[in-house]
T-cell receptor, first 111, second 116 residues
Framework: DAKTTQPPSMDCAEGRAANLPCNHS???????VYWYRQIHSQGPQYIIH???NNETNEMASLIITEDRKSSTLILPHATLRDTAVYYC????????????FGSGTQLTVLP | GAVVSQHPSWVICKSGTSVKIECRSL??????MFWYRQFPKQSLMLMAT?????????EQGVEKDKFLINHASLTLSTLTVTSAHPEDSSFYIC????????????FGDGTRLSIL
């Protein structure tokens, strides 16, 4: 699976959009970009995933660049409960393999 | 709602005790489940891959005789930490799913194991 690079930490004001970047310059054509988050002392929570088109669900939006070498997770209106470590993971969909977690980005939403 | 259930959520026990953790897929069958361990301020590290009806596959450095994995049905995998010692204290997390098109992998809420 391709390696990803994320900033170690970010702050965001409550009510503002949180934009979390991820670089995955070695991504292969059949690899998807997955985003998970982990709130303190809980298991990781699935947020969204995509291949090359932008995706949106009730939690977030995922913007993938045209060359697929980077992506941005957008939380449109961050709340205090969105404070968590966010992980960007690249993986072949449908694979029976595990998810490989990097260090992620600690997002702190400030009141 | 949760699609992967993990039990118990918290265990405190004496050194030398064996502890069993259960991981259940609630509304789907999982031929493969994964067990991770997470130490404070670190990321999740894969311990082993649990395969229904066959032996688990362990990552390098993980003792298979200490961390016993049983995946006897398509909805249940168990991790038993045998003769636990304080250094085994950690956050243990299981996951399942994600092997089908469009389906992400889901995680349990984790088990906080504290060995005194």
């Amino acid at each position: 699976d391709a390696k990803t690079t994320q900033p170690p930490s970010m702050d965001c004001a409550e009510g503002r959009a949180a934009n979390l970047p991820c670089n995955h310059s070695t991504i292969s054509g059949n690899e998807y970009v997955y985003w998970y988050r982990q709130i303190h002392s809980q298991g990781p929570q699935y947020i969204i995933h995509g291949l090359k088109n932008n995706e949106t669900n009730e939690m977030a939006s995922l913007i993938i660049t045209e060359d697929r070498k980077s992506s941005t997770l957008i939380l449109p209106h961050a709340t205090l409960r969105d404070t968590a470590v966010y992980y960007c993971i690249v993986r072949v969909q449908g694979s029976a393999r595990q998810l490989t977690f990097g260090s992620g980005t600690q997002l702190t939403v400030l009141p | 709602g949760a699609v992967v259930s993990q039990h118990p959520s918290w265990v405190i026990c004496k050194s030398g005790t064996s502890v069993k953790i259960e991981c259940r897929s609630l509304d789907f069958q999982a031929t493969t489940m994964f067990w991770y361990r997470q130490f404070p301020k670190q990321s999740l590290m894969l311990m082993a891959t649990s395969n229904e009806g066959s032996k688990a596959t362990y990552e390098q450095g993980v003792e298979k005789d200490k961390f016993l994995i049983n995946h006897a049905s398509l909805t249940l995998s168990t991790l038993t930490v045998t003769s636990a010692h304080p250094e085994d204290s950690s956050f243990y997390i299981c996951s399942a799913g994600g092997t089908g098109t469009g389906q992400p992998q889901h995680f349990g809420d984790g088990t906080r194991l504290s060995i005194l």
